[in-house]
């Protein structure tokens, strides 16, 4: 049996079975990346909820794995070297479980870099972006009475979208007719902008086409829908 006693965390959250990859998330649009992942390769995992509520990300058992105190974060007890590896950053975790399994990521070397390219620009562009739109039109920042802030996110959020409805004219994924872990990177993130955040009219979000549908396409998906539910809240 896989022995995780190095990882702190598992003090805080025991591993029931330790051969299998560990996954410490909550069903946000950055958590439900890797859920979503795990279900489309099928790679056995066992997955531990951070509660925010209880400030589990903030304990030094989590914080021991990610220091920076954000999910999701997961152990591989058969990482490089059949060694066990601790990992955080949610588009770090999808190259490398799609590079552990080779799944979800293009055989061609050029269209790799392509799809690495889409990753990056969902972390440092719409995730940053729609979850700005969510704190200032459905969270505290909706009590700020200067709106510039809202107005500046919102109007960057349905540029975004713009760039997503210009990829996918023609194409049913990101990467033409492949689906990847760049499509995964984006789907939580622009339902919640419409859904959960409420800002489907603020970000005139049916004035699209493509992006709609694809997000409908991604929605069907039985990994996706499973994925969205995981980790279970309490």
Sequence with gaps: MTDLSAFPITKRWPAEYPDRLQLYSLPTPNGVKVSIMLEEI???YEAHL????KDDQKTPEFLSLNPNGKIPAIIDPNGPGAKPLGLFESGAILQYLAEKTGKLFPDDAARRYETIQWLHFQMGGIGPMFGQVGFFHKFAGKEIADKRPLERYVAESKRL????????DGRQWIMDDEYTIADISMLGWVRNLIGFYGARELVEFDGFKSVPAWLARGLARPAVQRGLEIPKRS
């Excluded at 979208?161 to 996918?168: D, K």
């Design 161 to 168: 979208l713009g760039v997503i409805e210009t990829r996918l």
């Design 42 to 44: 099928a790679l056995p």
């Design 50 to 53: 951070v509660d925010f509520g």
